[in-house]
C-alpha cells in the first residue's frame, strides 16, 4: 500500500492545526485536476453516445416508401427496400401515335420481389426516344403483363411513378400476391380499362388519384379493397362490376360528376352505404334505374350528401 504521501494530491497535506471539514475549500491545482477528469468523463459519454447514434443510423433500413417512389430506375425491390435486380420491357406503340405502351415487364427471375417500381420512363429501348410511354397495354383474357402464371411468381407491391395514363385490360389481372398499388399518376387523366386488376385477390389498397377519368367492366373484382374513394375526382362513367366480390370493402366515396353507373358495381360487398359528394338533389337527377342496376347484389341501403344528410333507398 502507498504512504500517506501519495494521497496527499487528492487529500490535501495533513495540518498542525486542521480547520473545520465543513469550512475546508480545494486548491486551485487540486481543483484544475477534477474539472480536467468531469471534462473528460463528459466528453467520453458524449462520444459514445453520438457512435452509437451513426450505428443506429447505418443500421437502421431505409424509408420504405419515400426510397422505392423517388427511385428514376425501373426496378424490383426486395423487403429491406433494396434494388435486386432491374425488369425488362417490350413496347408498343399506342392508339393514337404518340407514344408507347409497355406491353410486357419481366417477372422478378429469383421468383419473388417486395416491389416493382416503374418510373417516369425507361427509353432504353425505344427506337424514338423522344417519344413518351403513356402507360401499360392492354392485353388478353388469362393473361397479365409479366407473361406468366401468378402462381410462378410473388409480387407484392406496384408503385407508379408519373408516367402513367393508362393501365391497360387484364394487364396486372390475377396477380394474387399483390396487396398495394401505389405512386403518382399522369395529372391529365387516368384511364383503368376492363379486368386491370381482377382476381388480384389479396389487392387491398389503390390511390384513386384525382385524375382518374374512367374504370372499364370488372377493373377491381375480386379484389380486396377496404375503400373506395372517388370524391376527389372528375370521373362520370364507371362500367360494370367494378368493384364486385370485395369481400373487405366497408367504405365508398363517388363524386356528383358519376353520371354513368354500371350494372352490379358493388355486388357481393358489405358496405351498407355510399358518401356522395353532392346534394340530394343532384342525386335525384340520377337515372333511377340505373342507380337501382347499379346496386344489384350489394348491401347498401343509405347514401350520405355532403352535407351529412341521408337518404334510404
Request: with cysteine.
Amino acid at each position: 500500500m502507498g504512504s500517506m504521501s501519495d494521497l496527499e494530491p487528492i487529500v490535501g497535506k495533513k495540518e498542525d492545526n486542521p480547520v473545520d471539514p465543513s469550512k475546508k475549500t480545494m486548491d486551485k491545482a487540486t481543483l484544475k485536476k477534477h474539472l480536467i477528469i468531469i471534462s473528460s468523463i463528459f466528453a467520453g459519454v458524449a462520444l459514445l453516445c453520438t457512435a452509437i447514434a451513426v450505428a443506429g443510423a447505418l443500421l437502421t433500413p431505409p424509408a420504405a416508401e419515400p426510397t422505392i417512389q423517388k427511385d428514376a430506375r425501373a426496378a424490383y425491390y426486395d423487403e429491406k427496400h433494396h434494388p435486386i435486380e432491374a425488369p425488362t420491357f417490350a413496347y408498343g406503340d399506342d392508339q393514337d401515335g404518340t407514344g408507347y405502351w409497355i406491353t410486357s415487364i419481366s417477372a422478378p427471375t429469383e421468383g419473388s420481389a417486395f416491389a416493382l417500381v416503374l418510373p417516369q420512363y425507361d427509353q432504353s429501348s425505344l427506337e424514338v426516344p423522344a417519344r413518351y410511354v403513356t402507360g401499360v397495354g392492354s392485353l388478353k383474357e388469362g393473361t397479365n403483363i409479366f407473361g406468366k402464371n401468378p402462381t410462378d411468381f410473388s409480387l407484392s407491391r406496384v408503385v407508379f411513378s408519373g408516367f402513367t395514363s393508362y393501365i391497360g385490360a387484364y394487364s396486372f389481372s390475377g396477380v394474387s400476391d399483390l396487396t398495394t398499388v401505389q405512386g403518382t399518376f399522369s395529372s391529365e387523366s387516368l384511364r383503368i380499362m376492363n379486368h386491370a386488376f381482377a382476381a388480384s385477390e389479396n389487392l387491398s389498397s389503390f390511390p384513386f388519384p384525382a385524375s382518374v377519368s374512367y374504370i372499364g367492366d370488372e377493373a377491381f373484382a375480386g379484389c380486396a379493397l377496404t375503400k373506395v374513394d372517388l370524391s376527389g375526382s372528375s370521373i362520370s362513367q364507371i362500367g360494370s362490376r367494378v368493384f364486385a366480390d370485395n369481400a373487405e370493402l366497408t367504405s365508398i366515396s363517388i363524386p356528383a360528376a358519376l353520371t354513368e353507373w354500371g350494372e352490379a358495381l358493388f355486388e357481393n360487398c358489405p358496405a351498407t352505404s355510399i358518401r356522395y359528394a353532392g346534394t340530394k338533389e343532384q342525386f335525384s337527377r340520377l337515372d333511377r334505374t340505373m342507380v337501382e342496376k347499379a346496386l344489384q347484389g350489394s348491401s347498401v341501403s343509405t347514401v350520405v350528401f355532403a352535407d351529412e344528410t341521408t337518404l334510404e333507398l
